[in-house]
């Protein structure tokens, strides 16, 4: 027994120190996740680097040269980088080991900084922080001297602390604190100095200013001012500006180092609701979303009246503590308190990307994206449920459908009850038919928006450059093959489609040559196609005459570091590729010589042929023209060298085609058939079926929120739909005589806000227009610019998002439509610019929602 209880014994301490080993292992894993940091690369040239090393040639014109990201920067003098870059489409990140091998081997163009990123631990995820905090560090008694540093979010308020230290050459033994500066006039003071740059609200752009305490014992407690603005006051020689600058010594002198914008703008008594939001940085698409919700009236009067205060759910562990509701409802009491042109949406706007690390940084996003978290969010921050029960979903089994539509939303708000679902959910009917057994499946599914498709046109408008540079726009199937586009390309230039070969060319050189068996969706608009005509109908693989890539080349002045290189100095491409077909028999140095002389003139010894005969494959054969740097500059002309002629199809206006918005509603709830990656399990078969499925609307919210899907995304391709969708403002008679539920009629609806998305999928800007539920006037909100609007402005091909208000639940205005006086008194012209609104009494228009 002893020996037993022993040996027992040994077994639990061996137990004990495997998971004491097991827990150290994973917090040195977590140790080294923080401590790793990635390096930025240009993601072509690490593209043209990849087939490089693919193609095992050392020799071979695909030599990715130095390593330049010159594309990802800004400005080349200040080694900013752009905005908006995106990961595999504009740069890779890469381990440092790999960086530091790269550096080795190729080195690096010109004074370009090594672009090294932090792998940060945020809420949920492991991060790399492509965008560091870039703030202005200055000190209180010389604000103009400020130098622009930058921070992770992960460092702590005491890093920047001892960084200013150190920059300003701060005493030991002097006291200071902080302060973060987001505007002219507003300051806040850093109190937790172990708190985190993220937890601390500070963003890029922002001002930290360091206060020393004075000799006497004082901090100083003058507003940090910046002193430009008073040396332009200075410089005014009008009598009532110097009186001005009196003035504001003197209130500069007495006023507390506090004081907020709110507190500067007490006099301010402007319409509530209409105030803009300033863009602190690509974040357009959140404030278009934040109007469209705050002009939502049964939205905005929940938290105005402080209704959220008794129903914030701090326990929902699919919540966010509440936190996400409160900084909304700081952000909709300041917008409609009348005292403000302007509100910075900062503290909303971090604690959206602490809990949601999509919208952390400062990148351009979708405004339905951030709508969709939003509404999510303040749903699980305010739902009344404490403790969700589980719920097991019964089939329809042949009921009528009011009971199981009852049933189901009985269902959904046991678990789901809050302003959110009071406000904006629905019930969609979703019918699935077997096609083996004909199985009929009915099921109600809530929703929150609809998002319906807009109908697409099959065909899709070209431009490519046609051998001699001459520029065609073609219009080819949208889902069509590289074969078709030769074919619309003989059609406008009378060359046999089988005598072209179709490459994109980046950088002097052949990115890629496709076949004609390639789907066009693989080639994108900001791609430069060149189509080249051969002299050959067709290339065999042992016929006479083989398809080569002409390459032109500058002698450079520096090393070349390529592993097996036999040369002095490296080459750099420069000019239009050629693709040529030429007879075996030619491809030879002499004959290649010649045959060049002829194409590009009798220059003698301006250059020397590099030839590299493998096969009939244009991307394996190839020849390099070498051209002399000084007689590259006497000879050869590259302004002449770029020129073009443009085809008259590029003078063709496409005309935009209208739709109408219960186009797109039917659209969305036609019949369809699965897709195999997403088959339905009929309990009848026992197998998985491409069932067919059909949407319809079965009960309308208060609130209807529309979708328009203008975004299409396939494994090739993006593509922004630019269709004008027709849409009604207001309801002033049913558009059909079919009755809903119950006989009841169809739900109408007026139209209450409108956001827009301008531009391409990369470098859009997101706009709004909201009607205002006090005086029932229309506006334009443009990030922290507010203007007057009429009615026929609003339906545009930018429109993204429609917010409708069910017309027996609005509430008539209680203000009369303002005027040119009431508007503009006491606010710049620039920020709310008032016109006479017309009334479109007798253009009413109406939108009609039918349900089963």
């Given at each position: 027994?002893h020996?037993?209880?022993?040996?027992s014994g040994?077994g639990?301490?061996?137990?004990?120190m495997?998971?004491?080993y097991l827990?150290?292992c994973?917090c040195i894993?977590?140790?080294?996740?923080?401590i790793?940091?990635?390096?930025?690369l240009?993601?072509?040239w690490f593209?043209?680097w990849?087939?490089?090393?693919?193609?095992?040639?050392?020799?071979?014109?695909?030599?990715?040269?130095?390593?330049?990201?010159?594309?990802?920067?800004?400005?080349?003098e200040?080694?900013?980088?752009?905005?908006?870059?995106?990961e595999n489409e504009?740069?890779?990140?890469?381990?440092a080991?790999?960086?530091?091998?790269l550096?080795s081997?190729?080195?690096?163009?010109g004074d370009?900084?090594?672009?090294?990123?932090?792998?940060?631990?945020?809420?949920?995820?492991?991060?790399?922080e492509?965008?560091?905090?870039e703030v202005?560090?200055?000190?209180?008694s010389n604000m103009?001297?400020?130098?622009?540093?930058?921070f992770?979010?992960?460092?702590?308020i005491q890093?920047?602390?001892?960084?200013?230290?150190a920059?300003?050459?701060?005493?030991?033994?002097?006291?200071?604190?902080?302060?973060m500066k987001?505007?002219d006039?507003?300051?806040?003071r850093l109190?937790?100095?172990?708190?985190s740059?993220?937890?601390?609200?500070?963003?890029?752009?922002?001002?930290?200013?360091?206060?020393?305490?004075?000799?006497?014992?004082?901090?100083p407690?003058v507003t940090?001012?910046s002193?430009?603005?008073?040396?332009?006051l200075?410089?005014?020689?009008?009598?009532w500006?110097?009186?001005?600058?009196?003035?504001l010594?003197f209130?500069?002198?007495?006023?507390?180092?506090?004081?907020n914008?709110?507190?500067?703008?007490?006099?301010?008594?402007?319409q509530?609701?209409?105030?803009?939001l300033?863009?602190?940085?690509?974040?357009?698409?959140?404030?278009s979303a934040?109007?469209?919700?705050?002009?939502?009236?049964?939205?905005?009067?929940?938290f105005l009246q402080?209704?959220?205060?008794?129903?914030?759910?701090?326990?929902?562990?699919l919540?966010?503590?509440?936190e996400?509701a409160?900084?909304?409802?700081?952000v909709?009491k300041?917008?409609w308190s009348?005292?403000?042109?302007s509100v910075?949406?900062?503290?909303?706007?971090?604690k959206v990307?602490?809990?949601a690390s999509?919208?952390?940084g400062?990148?351009q996003h979708?405004?339905?994206?951030?709508?969709?978290f939003?509404?999510?969010?303040?749903h699980?921050?305010?739902n009344r449920v404490?403790?969700k029960?589980?719920?097991?979903?019964?089939?329809?089994?042949?009921?009528p459908?009011?009971e199981?539509?009852?049933?189901?939303?009985?269902?959904?708000?046991?678990?789901n009850?809050?302003v959110?679902?009071?406000?904006?959910?629905g019930?969609?009917?979703?019918?699935?038919?077997?096609?083996?057994c004909r199985?009929?499946s009915?099921?109600f599914?809530p929703?929150c928006y609809?998002s319906v498709?807009?109908?697409?046109?099959?065909?899709?408008?070209?431009?490519?450059?046609?051998?001699?540079?001459?520029?065609?726009r073609?219009?080819?199937?949208k889902?069509?093959r590289?074969?078709?586009?030769?074919?619309?390309?003989?059609?406008?230039?009378g060359?046999?489609?089988?005598?072209?070969?179709?490459?994109?060319?980046f950088?002097?050189?052949?990115?890629?040559?496709?076949h004609?068996d390639?789907?066009?969706?693989s080639?994108?608009?900001?791609?430069?196609i060149f189509?080249?005509?051969?002299s050959?109908v067709?290339?065999?693989?042992?016929?006479?005459e083989?398809?080569?890539?002409?390459?032109m080349r500058?002698?450079?002045?520096?090393r070349?570091?390529g592993?097996?290189s036999t040369?002095?100095y490296?080459?750099?491409?420069?000019g239009?590729?050629?693709?040529?077909?030429?007879?075996?028999?030619?491809?030879t140095?002499?004959?290649?010589y010649?045959?060049?002389?002829?194409?590009?003139?009798?220059a003698?010894?301006?250059y020397?042929?590099?030839?590299s005969?493998?096969?009939?494959?244009p991307a394996?054969s190839?020849?390099?023209?070498?051209?002399?740097?000084?007689?590259?500059?006497?000879y050869?002309n590259?302004?002449?060298?770029?020129?073009?002629v443009?085809?008259?199809?590029?003078?063709v206006?496409y005309?935009q085609?209208?739709?109408?918005?219960q186009?797109c509603?039917?659209?969305?709830?036609t019949?369809e058939?699965?897709?195999?990656e997403?088959?339905w399990?009929?309990?009848?078969?026992k197998?998985?079926?491409?069932?067919?499925?059909?949407?319809?609307?079965w009960?309308?919210?208060?609130?209807?929120?529309?979708?328009?899907?203008?975004?299409?995304y396939?494994?090739?391709?993006?593509?922004?739909l630019?269709?004008?969708?027709?849409?009604?403002?207001?309801?002033a008679a049913?558009l059909s005589?079919?009755?809903?539920?119950?006989g009841e009629?169809?739900?109408?609806?007026?139209?209450?806000?409108?956001?827009?998305h301008y531009?391409?999928?990369?470098?859009?800007?997101?706009?709004?227009?909201?009607r205002?539920?006090d005086?029932?006037?229309?506006?334009?909100?443009?990030?922290?610019?507010?203007?007057?609007?009429?009615?026929?402005q609003?339906?545009?091909?930018?429109?993204?998002l429609l917010?409708?208000h069910r017309?027996?639940?609005?509430?008539?205005?209680?203000?009369p439509?303002?005027?040119?006086s009431?508007l503009?008194?006491?606010?710049?012209?620039?920020?709310?610019?008032s016109?006479?609104h017309?009334?479109?009494?007798?253009?009413?228009?109406?939108?009609?929602?039918?349900?089963?």
């Open positions: 027994m020996g037993a209880g022993k040996g040994l639990d301490m061996y137990i004990y495997k998971l004491v827990c150290v994973v894993f977590y140790i080294y996740l923080y790793l940091c990635r390096y930025l240009e993601q072509r593209e043209q990849s087939e490089y090393v693919k193609s095992g040639d050392q020799n071979s014109s695909l030599f990715p040269g130095p390593i330049d990201n010159s594309e990802l920067f800004d400005e080349l200040s080694c900013h980088l752009k905005d908006c870059l995106v504009d740069f890779t990140l890469i381990p080991e790999a960086w530091h091998k550096l081997w190729y080195g690096q163009v370009q900084p090594a672009l090294e990123r932090k792998v940060v631990d945020l809420p949920s995820t492991l991060k790399v492509v965008y560091p905090v202005f560090l200055c000190l209180h103009d001297n400020a130098v622009t540093v930058q992770s979010r992960v460092d702590t890093t920047i602390q001892k960084r200013m230290r920059e300003f050459e701060v005493p030991d033994n002097a006291e200071t604190r902080l302060w987001s505007s006039t507003s300051c806040e109190r937790n100095v172990h708190a740059v993220l937890d601390s609200c500070l963003s890029s752009g922002m001002t930290v200013i360091m206060e020393m305490r004075n000799a006497d014992g004082t901090w407690n940090p001012l002193t430009s603005a008073v040396q332009i200075m410089n005014l020689k009008n009598a500006f110097r009186f001005c600058l009196y003035c010594r209130s500069i002198l007495t006023c507390a180092f506090r004081r914008s709110m507190e500067e703008q007490e006099s301010y008594r402007g509530p609701g209409v105030c803009g300033t863009n602190l940085g690509n974040t357009c698409f959140m404030n934040l109007q469209c919700l705050s002009n939502t009236p049964p939205l905005t009067e929940y402080n209704a959220y205060l008794e129903e914030l759910n701090f326990s929902n562990p919540g966010m503590k509440g996400i409160e900084a909304y409802a700081d909709i300041q917008m009348g005292r403000h042109f910075v949406p900062r503290v909303f706007k971090t990307g602490h809990f999509q919208f952390l400062y990148q979708d405004s339905q994206e951030l709508l969709s939003l509404l999510d969010g303040l699980e921050d305010l404490k403790n029960e589980y719920i097991e979903l019964r089939d329809a089994e042949g009921r459908d009011q199981v539509a009852e049933e189901a939303w009985r269902n959904h708000r046991r678990r009850d809050s959110i679902v009071d406000t904006f959910h019930l969609f009917k979703s019918t699935l038919v077997c096609p083996e199985k009929v009915v099921t599914d929703f609809l498709p807009l109908p697409v046109s099959k065909e899709r408008v070209m431009e490519v450059f046609f051998v001699s540079l001459d520029p065609h073609l219009v080819v199937p889902a069509g590289v074969f078709d586009l030769c074919v619309a390309l003989s059609l406008a230039t060359v046999s489609a089988d005598q072209m070969m179709v490459a994109d060319v950088n002097h050189r052949f990115y890629k040559i496709y004609t390639e789907f066009l969706s080639i994108l608009d900001r791609d430069d189509v080249y005509e051969l050959c067709s290339v065999e693989e042992d016929g006479e083989v398809v080569l890539a002409v390459y500058e002698h450079g002045h520096y070349d570091y592993p097996s040369s002095s490296g080459t750099s491409l420069f239009h590729p050629l693709l040529m077909s030429v007879r075996r028999e030619q491809c140095r002499d004959g290649l010649d045959l060049f002389l002829q194409r590009y003139g009798p003698p010894m301006l020397t042929v590099f030839p005969i493998s096969s009939s494959q394996q190839y020849v390099a023209i070498d051209w002399d740097p000084d007689m590259k500059k006497k050869y590259e302004n002449e060298a770029e020129k073009y443009k085809d008259h199809s590029m003078e206006v005309q085609t209208t739709v109408q918005l186009e509603i039917e659209l969305f709830t019949v058939t699965l897709e195999e997403n088959p399990y009929c309990p009848v078969c197998k998985h079926q491409l069932a067919t499925k059909k949407l319809d609307l009960s309308l919210p208060e609130v209807l929120i529309i979708h328009l899907k203008r975004f299409s396939t494994k090739y391709s993006r593509e922004k630019d269709t004008i969708v027709d849409f009604p403002l207001r309801c049913a005589s079919s009755t809903g539920v119950n009629p169809p739900s109408r609806y007026d139209l209450i806000a409108v956001s827009n531009g391409g999928l990369r470098d859009g800007h997101y706009t709004s227009y909201a205002n539920k005086n029932g006037q229309w506006y334009y909100f443009d990030d922290s610019k507010v203007t007057d609007a009429k009615e026929e609003i339906v545009t091909n930018a429109a993204y917010f409708y017309q027996d639940k609005i509430r008539h205005p209680t203000l439509n303002p005027t040119n009431c503009t008194s006491g606010q710049p012209a620039d920020d709310v610019i016109s006479n017309e009334g479109l009494a007798g253009a009413a228009s109406c939108v009609s929602m039918e349900t089963d």
